[in-house]
């Protein structure tokens, strides 16, 4: 369900199930991003200390800790607008027993001063169902603040507006699915082409070394199965709400009946149609 509180506003929801959502999504986008957590363009020996903003569950902080051969000797901090998705005590603990603090931040706000210029590596993933267009410069700006000089950022986003298969016609379920999400968040102010914007926000930044990858399914056939699934509980946790804001349900529950119906065609259709998914990411180096 969409919440709108002061001026955050935020279209998914934050319960157990999105929760598990996320969790399972992290596995999905490491796969098509060729399974690294960092960029090949970052340098990982000289990493000591890392920041991850809107950290959700903290799922990907706990996976990079746990891949790092040095992790002991280095600092992580997960920071997000809502502790909702926190594991308990705000605190990862890995099963080395390494505790990896999480703080509530609103990355819109500066941060408090003993983060400034503390990170060698700031990331940040799928904000943009919480920013609309202005913020994503405030938010840069802000993570900017908490990288050391030449430390590097590293901003993944998915572009809601390239949902689709490789079937042509385009099955109109998609069609329908695609455009009810667009709608609610360009009505909600939200920017759902976000890959994009945050490539050029870091490249008009004080930013050098600035590159973009598009992560795809194409040619990825062994992840058919997992990018359907991905993609339906995406539309499950997304087109209800969206719904809801654009009029064409009265509450959630009704909703998320209606996009079950939808969704069931959507995976009936990709039984032999393979969804096609834009995950963009781009890294750069700060520049003094
Ligand atoms: C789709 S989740 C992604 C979580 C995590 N980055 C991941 O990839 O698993 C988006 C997260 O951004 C957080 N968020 C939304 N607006 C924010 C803001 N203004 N400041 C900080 N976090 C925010 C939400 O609370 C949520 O945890």
Redesign the pocket.
Known sequence: MSSHCDE???L?G?DEAETER??K??RF?VAVSGGELIHPSIPKAKITAVA??????G??LADLANRLPNASSIYFHG????D??FPPENTITQATGQKIPLSV????KPYAPEHQGRYDLVH????????RQG?YAS?LNNARDLLKPEGWIQW?EVDHTTFCTNKIPENPVITKMRNTTIDAMLTLGLWPFAPQRVYDEISAARFQNVRRETYTTVGKEHLHETASKWVANVMRAMVPPSMVVNGQARNDQEAKVKVEVLIREFERHCEDALPLVNFGVTVAQRSG
């Open positions: 955050n506003i935020y998914l934050r996320l969790n999504q992290h986008l991850d903003i809107g950290t959700g569950t799922v990907w920071f997000d607008v809502s909702a998705q931040q609103d990355a819109l940040i993933r799928l904000l943009t169902a919480g920013l913020d938010v993944e």
